[in-house]
Antibody, heavy 121, light 112 residues
Framework: QLQLQESGSGLVRPSQTLSLTCAVS??????????WSWVRQPPGRGLEWIGY???????YYNPSLRSRVTISGDRSKNQFSLRLTSVTAADTAIYYC?????????????WGQGTLVTVSS | QSALTQPASVSGSPGQSITISCTGSSRDIGGYNYVSWYQQYPGKAPKLLIY???NRPSGISSRFSASKSGNTASLTISGLQAEDEAEYYC????????????FGGGTKLTVL
């Protein structure tokens, strides 16, 4: 059974860098046919796509976050990571990792439970 | 990058059918068959209900159906049940960038 588990710092100071990791079990991030994504949700608000990493390692990012975002993969640990630089209070959100099969065309079929990141001094 | 437009709330009685609309543009919903729908309970991760406009993943009830006309996608829930009370989000690929994915603002479904 596929499982995705987010981990990382729950409190980040303004202007610092947010770092999260998504550990994947039950599937390989190197397998053709899937991309792996980060999606966030500010408390009480809607969902926002952050970006993808494909099995090839290629990335695509939300244009509004592109200058601050890096998503990378570690095949040896079967996990992928998110780095968001120069954070502000507006980056406070629940961060989810998710899988998107290519044949679902941007549909996210499995999600992690989410992890709350608060940006505050 | 604008969010897709959904009604903030809809309601219905058990057994009834409701429809949630999701309006975008020719650069997203109207231009591609890449619309998905999610159900989210408070404190839980979203759950995929529909992908590629009309397709249900394995295990999703046939009470959930969807369609698209022009720049508007719709999710219909038939035979409404108390357990359907949740937040619903639409999502679409958008051609504003090389790859861009946008969500609707969400619709709170209340089962009366």
């Amino acid at each position: 059974q596929l499982q995705l588990q987010e981990s990382g710092s729950g409190l980040v100071r303004p202007s610092q860098t947010l770092s999260l990791t998504c550990a994947v079990s039950g599937a390989s991030i190197s397998s053709d046919g899937y991309s792996w994504s980060w999606v966030r949700q500010p408390p009480g608000r809607g969902l926002e796509w952050i970006g993808y990493i494909y099995h090839s390692g290629r990335n695509y990012y939300n244009p509004s976050l592109r200058s601050r975002v890096t998503i990378s993969g570690d095949r040896s640990k079967n996990q992928f990571s998110l780095r968001l630089t120069s954070v502000t209070a507006a980056d406070t959100a629940i961060y989810y990792c998710a899988r998107a099969p290519y044949n679902y065309d941007y549909g996210f079929d499995f999600w992690g439970q989410g992890t709350l990141v608060t940006v505050s001094s | 990058q604008s969010a897709l437009t959904q009604p903030a709330s809809v309601s219905g009685s058990p057994g009834q059918s409701i429809t949630i609309s999701c309006t975008g543009s020719s650069r997203d919903i109207g231009g591609y068959n890449y619309v998905s729908w999610y159900q989210q309970y408070p404190g839980k991760a979203p759950k995929l209900l529909i992908y590629k406009v009309v397709n249900r993943p394995s295990g999703i009830s046939s009470r959930f159906s969807a369609s698209k006309s022009g720049n508007t996608a719709s999710l219909t829930i038939s035979g409404l049940q108390a357990e359907d009370e949740a937040e619903y989000y639409c999502c679409s690929y958008s051609s504003t960038s090389i790859v861009d994915v946008i969500f609707g603002g969400g619709t709170k479904l209340t089962v009366l």
